[in-house]
């Protein structure tokens, strides 16, 4: 069993080994054999409980730093260009974008991640070359991207399937700051897109505002963001005849801090403490989707409108539906030993080869 997982994870991950197994008729035994036996172990990312459902996937992921190598005028972003101290060049930023086209694909299996949800993007320029220049370009993808104050040229953004998530509406909004004590922040991005049986989803992604200078001291800025996203949501869950409401992102914020468990608790129920690792065959370790200074942190957050956790509801998902994306190139050993961590780009400002210091968040709906 553990040779052909292997090899389900390995045809996941590298498309380019397909093509030439093909010829041998490999192809084949991995349709008819080993996905439906990965997916009797695994059915929360390949199966749903009712032969009748339909599935909806949405994924989160915080990319660390997906920049290209140009400086964008008006920003800071000068420490990931080729000519800097960190040396971001092009071939590391073309490693960087098709290892993360790779994550996806292996993400949806035979059908698409319908929406994912990037943060720490730089522009347009970035989302483009994902979305048309790497093995995502035959899916499809549309994709949005904010435009935000934020110094470094830091935004959030979001792809969407067009078939299963027809765009609507899509607007931004940034959030107040003190000019004296705090940096301006990444926007909020509001999507609102029609499901395949007609119903509107509304989606919000966002990055709150970082823990720089301690969590106690930059909570206010946090708790403001949250009461930006929450009434946002109000305001649209009152002219929706049923809301169906979605938000996604790095909170930089656990379940537990009030941001989420007040400010938005009433509006939207989290989800991320219910998160296990899948594959979780030999993941034990992995508690979290962020490790820093030898803890795991669960700061990037999924959390749906309470009537979504309805089995009775058309489109609805349930707290086991949330997984941690923990495929093995997204992870490395902790020194010595088994335990594991993400596989981040960079280790300060030394390249570390790596995808991200996150792990994604995956969540399916079933209508």
Not at 224 to 242: E, K, M, N, V, Y
């Amino acid at each position: 069993m553990k040779t052909m997982l292997s090899a389900l994870r390995f045809l996941l991950l590298f498309p380019v080994a397909r093509r030439h197994l093909v010829h041998l008729g490999f192809l084949a035994l991995f349709s008819t054999w080993l996905l439906p036996l990965w997916g009797q172990r695994h059915e929360g990312l390949f199966h749903t409980s009712k032969a009748q459902s339909a599935r909806f996937r949405a994924l989160e992921w915080n990319v660390e730093n997906l920049y290209d190598t140009l400086h964008d005028v008006g920003f800071d972003d000068r420490e990931f260009l080729p000519n800097a101290e960190r040396r971001w060049n092009t071939p590391r930023y073309f490693h960087k974008q098709s290892s993360l086209a790779k994550t996806i694909l292996a993400a949806g299996g035979l059908q698409p991640v319908d929406l994912v949800a990037l943060c720490e993007v730089e522009n347009d320029s970035v989302m483009h070359f994902l979305c048309r220049r790497t093995r995502l370009a035959r899916l499809g993808y549309e994709y949005l991207v904010t435009h935000s104050a934020d110094r470094r040229g830091i935004d959030v953004a979001l792809l969407y399937q067009p078939e299963t998530f027809a765009l609507l509406h899509s607007e931004t909004y940034r959030v107040p700051y003190d000019s004296l004590r705090e940096r301006p922040t990444r926007d909020l991005l509001h999507a609102a897109g029609r499901l395949p049986f007609g119903d509107t989803l509304d989606v919000f992604v966002v990055h709150f505002p970082s823990r720089r200078g301690g969590a106690t001291i930059s909570e206010p800025y946090r708790l403001r963001a949250a009461g930006i996203l929450r009434h946002l949501a109000d305001s649209i869950a009152r002219c929706r005849h049923t809301p169906r409401l979605l938000a996604m992102g790095d909170f930089n914020d656990e379940p537990h801090n009030a941001s989420v468990s007040r400010v938005l608790a009433p509006t939207f129920a989290e989800l991320t403490s219910h998160a296990t690792p899948l594959p979780a065959e030999g993941h034990d370790d992995i508690e979290g989707s962020y490790y820093f200074r030898g803890e795991w942190s669960r700061i990037d957050q999924i959390l749906v409108s309470p009537t979504l956790l309805s089995p009775t509801m058309k489109f609805h998902t349930t707290p086991q539906s949330v997984h941690l994306l923990a495929f093995p190139p997204l992870l490395e050993t902790l020194g010595r030993g088994t335990l594991s961590k993400p596989f981040r780009t960079y280790l300060g400002p030394f390249y570390h080869g790596g995808i991200s210091d996150h792990l994604p968040l995956c969540i399916d709906f079933s209508y």
